[in-house]
């Protein structure tokens, strides 16, 4: 069955401090991966997605992300994080049925802190 | 920008009421879904929706939930006798037709949310 952990509950880090965030995957076959932000009282916005191809996606916001199939990951990345990225991380895998229906799956998300 | 829109914000119902929950997605998608995250944890899917019909739902969309496309441009979802623990935030999705090697990559576009609280 598919499935998707993120290790970490909570992350604080220092305004101009470089992130990452885990995500660990389970799924049988070539997995959809994506990242979405939650701010408080916000809904789900894209950061980005992995299909295919390159394994290094970038997103908006500066955001990145590596997609390791021998380590089952797809871990989120910045290289120096803004006061404005506190928020809530969501990353999700997704499975396409026959004519692009897609269903995510989402990890129980990490909420990320950011200390002037 | 195309977006995805839901109504109300927030609603506040006494157990067992009836509640409507209402999105407009996207237009030109073909793809809708309802997902649902109860205050602190994880975002879960409730039902998927496809050519007038319903395509995949979960375990928690019992005999209470419902949706339905009244006509070209509204999704609904029903709670018909709501419980305390339906309190949630429920979202609303839509997709275009993704495939794995088109443009077109299936991704989901979420509304804003609707928060319900069940008394």
């Known amino acids: 069955a598919q499935s998707v952990t993120q290790p970490d509950i909570h992350i604080t880090v220092s305004e101009g401090a470089s992130l990452e965030l885990r995500c660990n995957y389970s799924?049988?076959?070539?997995?959809?991966l994506f990242w979405y932000v939650q701010s408080p009282g916000q809904g789900l916005q894209l950061l980005l997605k992995?299909?295919?191809?390159?394994?290094l996606v970038q997103g908006i916001k500066g955001f990145e992300a590596e997609f390791k199939r021998s380590q089952s990951s797809f871990n989120l990345r910045k290289p120096s994080v803004h006061w404005s990225d506190a928020a809530e991380y969501f990353c999700?895998?997704?499975?396409?049925?026959?004519?692009?229906?897609?269903?995510?799956?989402f990890g129980a998300g990490t909420r990320l802190a950011v200390h002037p | 920008e195309p977006e995805v829109t839901q109504t109300p914000s927030h609603q506040v119902t006494q157990m067992g009421q009836e509640v409507i929950l209402r999105c407009v997605p996207i237009s030109n998608h073909l793809y809708f879904y309802w997902y649902r995250q109860i205050l602190g944890q994880k975002v879960e899917f409730l039902v998927s929706?496809?050519?007038?019909?319903?395509?995949?739902k979960s375990e928690i969309f019992d005999d209470q939930f419902s949706v339905e496309r009244p006509d070209g441009s509204n999704f609904t979802l029903k709670i018909r006798s709501t419980k305390l623990e339906d309190s949630a935030m429920y979202f609303c999705a839509s997709s275009d037709s993704g495939t794995t090697t088109s443009a077109n990559t299936g991704e989901l576009f979420f509304g804003e949310g609707s928060r319900l609280t069940v008394l």
């Open positions: 992995y299909f295919s191809g390159d394994t």
């Open positions: 999700a895998v997704g499975r396409f049925v026959s004519g692009g229906y897609n269903k995510l799956i």
């Open positions: 799924y049988g076959a070539t997995p959809y």
């Open positions: 929706f496809y050519n007038n019909e319903i395509s995949e």
